[in-house]
């Protein structure tokens, strides 16, 4: 039988599903010449976006492999009541749905606003980024290396 609470569960998948879908299903902007310049220019912009638009702090990060751009997110945080919703964490996760894999092995993620907070960098580690490259100007990028796990 189908109690309240599960009935409630379901409803708010549904809800949720359609949006995130949808925004799976859109083509990615893509630079004309793919450089780092362009892929952190890129995050940059994003921050921008979503911190004009109310929805967090100005932090912005694209998922990039083979020279193109597989996942972007910025910071939803304020709009999600979610206090994950990271840039690089919604970037991850942007890309993890756009490849169908939770591997990520061969991507790079490109990231706005200096060096990823900790759980940032620990989610770049679980997803297997190959390298994190940041910046606090769009016009220098920063090459981190591996993300490090920092140990608990």
Not at 18 to 28: C, K, M, S, V
Not at 97 to 117: K, N, Q
């Amino acid at each position: 039988m189908l109690n309240r609470r599960l009935f409630n569960r379901l409803m708010a998948c549904l809800a949720i599903v359609p949006g995130e879908a949808a925004r799976a299903a859109t083509n990615l902007w893509q630079p004309e010449k793919p450089d780092p310049l362009a892929f952190l220019k890129r995050a940059f912009d994003l921050a921008e976006t979503g911190s004009s638009r109310g929805e967090g702090t100005p932090y912005g990060a694209v998922i990039v492999k083979n020279n193109e751009i597989v996942g972007e997110g910025w910071n939803r945080s304020s709009l999600k009541t979610d206090p994950t919703a990271h840039g690089e964490v919604e970037a991850i996760q942007d890309a993890c749905r756009r490849l169908g894999t939770r591997d990520l092995s061969g991507c790079v993620i490109y990231t706005s606003g200096g060096r990823p907070c900790p759980m940032c960098e620990t989610a770049c580690h679980w997803a297997g980024l190959d390298e994190v490259i940041y910046g606090t100007d769009a016009a220098k990028p920063i090459r981190h290396g591996k993300p490090r796990y920092p140990a608990c």
